[in-house]
């Protein structure tokens, strides 16, 4: 088994207010160690940010809901947490303004 180390980012500067994007699918025959995220708001705003985690099994749950983030500032969501994903698992990112939210996921992927 292979562990790879690596980032998967999101461009939000051309995005729908309140529309769920997708940072992450985890491929076939992988487990990923989400080892951090951190949310980037573009904007002079502050705005509102919701994670999701859609696992194989079919529950979508809410990593965050509604958290803020400050005009020009960042958010670190998952600060000495690390979540385990199974393949076709997938986290995905919103914000509550258009054009204003980039992320960058760093993870471990075990095929």
């Known amino acids: 088994m292979a562990n790879t180390f690596k980032s998967k980012t999101f461009d939000g500067s051309s995005t729908n207010a309140d529309t769920l994007m997708t940072v992450y699918t985890v491929p076939s025959s992988t487990t990923t160690i989400v080892l951090g995220l951190t949310l980037c708001n573009l904007t002079s ?3 509102e940010v919701t994670v999701t985690y859609t696992n194989n099994d079919g529950d979508n749950v809410n990593i965050t809901k509604l958290a803020q983030i400050p005009g020009k500032a960042s958010l670190e969501l998952m600060t000495g947490n690390k979540y385990v994903m199974e ?5 995905k990112v919103k914000s509550s303004a258009a054009n204003s939210l980039d992320s960058v996921l760093s993870i471990m992927e075990i095929s």
Request: no cysteine; net charge negative.
């Open 87 to 91: 393949t076709s698992d997938i986290l």
């Open 45 to 47: 705003n502050a705005v």
